[in-house]
């Protein structure tokens, strides 16, 4: 019966999805991204340190921890890896391909998005402003690797850092040093 259910969850998921779709889920301070595999499977990139701490295929696999996520963020190292859909949603809403409208560029055929990420699977270096899970889905779509959530958290932290009210404040704490 359960590996009934599996099969119905999985031809669910390709009724709402077709293998290469980009799928975005919003949370609560930035937005995860993968690409729909079919089957019920999505690849995605995600900060890990696991396998910098072991070789253990069956530990990798297991659901990645918040601890697991922060400590992959810290020494840079993640890995794009295979997740059923409701493991990558953890959820929350499943967003269908909106940067379509927002890139400016026609996406790549639905097989070749599919077999761009699946080629890309394993461990490789992660940074959340040069190599995150946005750049990795932007590259197999729509062939080109970039992130608009690091282009907006830039913009802001110039303007911030080059506000007035910096300025003063950096200009007054030089004056007490």
Known sequence: EEEEEEKETKSKYDLMFQRGDLLEVPRTLFTHF???LGGGRVAHFIPDIMPVISRD???IRLMVTNTRL???VL??????RVDSVDDFAYGAEILVNPMDRMCGRLALPGEEVALRAEKLLGDV????????CEHFVMFCRYGASTSFQTFQFCKTMRKLLLSR??????AM???CL
Request: proline share 0%.
């Open 165 to 170: 009210r910096v300025a003063k404040v950096t």
């Open 34 to 36: 993968g690409i729909y």
């Open 125 to 132: 270096s992660y940074s959340l402003l040069w190599y995150n």
């Open 173 to 175: 704490l030089s004056m």
């Open 57 to 59: 295929q069956s530990q």
């Open 70 to 72: 922060i400590l992959g």
């Open 75 to 80: 020494v840079k190292c993640g890995s794009i």
